[in-house]
């Protein structure tokens, strides 16, 4: 039985992940207009708050305050759920995330041993709420988007948990933290095969979460809005915490898998890890402000041509290196 400290303990830890990820969310919201602004020689937000550090705290208390709009001929149990099948997956990925150590305390809630397997396989859940929201939403801009989304996510979740694979070959484990220790040598993404797979990784981590130039099941210029156009509100803003909690939770596994995670010199664990996850999610806004969406087509025959014949045979010679 779980005694009163414990759960005292959990309901802590459990309000902190909830706070960082309201907080990360709202600055990355922030971070990108910011990225984006500088690429096309602007501003960005610059009325609220310093340099517009408040803009995104003025967008949520806006979207609360919205109207709630039920659209009429909507699937109202699928239409309601899809919203909360879009962010309670990416919120529960945070139990294995390693965010290094503060004061002799390990950053982690939780350090399964299959902790990998667990995220892959709650980050898989995610399309439900994409593909709900499409299906529920009676409009067709809104369906082909979650239809994109489905095809999209399952032709590019191949190459990425390959990829996946190849590194907890090296690690000989599936626990987050161990994964992490085993790079304390040195980085995986120094070594030539598992340069590629983090390669690989990004490139398909990127399409899963619908980030330019894989935006398909958004692409404004063809669908509108593509799966959330007929959402408002709270619900509107669910997605956007679920889209940008995914950014930072692919970025932190890219950080993790291949850049040795929280190891690093001088500065203290959870700093290194932190550097490393925002680094690449600003690598990925500056690649979504630079590069052109692509065709339906396009990304799928990158996906299965190239991008996953190319993750099996680096996957064959990483376990050859292994096994020689």
């Not at 984006?36 to 305050?65: C, E, F, N």
Request: charged share 10%.
């Amino acid at each position: 039985m779980v005694s009163i400290l414990t759960f005292i303990v959990m309901v802590i830890v459990g309000a902190v992940v909830l706070g960082f990820i309201a907080v990360s969310a709202m600055f990355l919201i922030w971070w990108e207009r910011k990225v984006a602004a500088h690429i096309q020689t602007r501003y960005g937000p610059m009325r609220v708050g310093w340099h517009g550090a408040l803009q995104s705290v003025a967008d949520v208390i806006k979207l609360l305050l919205k109207e709630n709009i039920t659209p009429e001929g909507v699937d109202k149990p699928v239409w309601w759920l899809a919203p909360f099948f879009a962010v309670v997956p990416s919120v529960m990925v945070f139990v294995c995330i390693p965010f290094g150590n503060l004061f002799g305390i390990d950053l982690i809630p939780r350090d399964l041993n299959i902790g990998i397997l667990y995220i892959i396989a709650l980050t898989s859940v995610c399309v439900l709420g994409i593909f709900m929201a499409g299906w529920g939403s009676n409009n067709k801009y809104s369906l082909l988007g979650g239809m994109r989304s489905a095809a999209q996510i399952v032709s590019y979740e191949v190459p990425l948990i390959i990829s996946v694979v190849t590194a907890a070959m090296f690690a000989g484990t599936l626990s987050m933290q161990k994964i992490v220790e085993a790079q304390k040598g040195m980085w995986f993404v120094f070594q030539p095969n598992m340069a590629l797979a983090f390669l690989i990784f990004v490139i398909s981590a990127t399409a899963e979460i619908n980030r330019t130039p894989f935006d398909i099941p958004e692409a404004e210029s063809e669908l509108v809005a593509g799966f959330h156009t007929e959402y408002s509100g709270m619900k509107f803003a669910m997605f956007f915490l679920g889209e940008y909690t995914n950014l930072f939770i692919v970025s932190a596994l890219a950080a993790t898998l291949f850049l040795g995670g929280w190891q690093g010199p001088f500065l203290p664990p959870v700093l290194w890890f932190l550097i490393k996850t925002y680094g690449i999610i600003t690598v990925l806004m500056w690649v979504r402000w630079t590069l052109p969406r692509v065709r339906v087509d396009q990304l799928m025959g990158f996906a299965w041509k190239v991008l996953t014949p190319i993750a099996f045979a680096n996957l064959a010679v990483s376990g050859w290196v292994l096994l020689r």
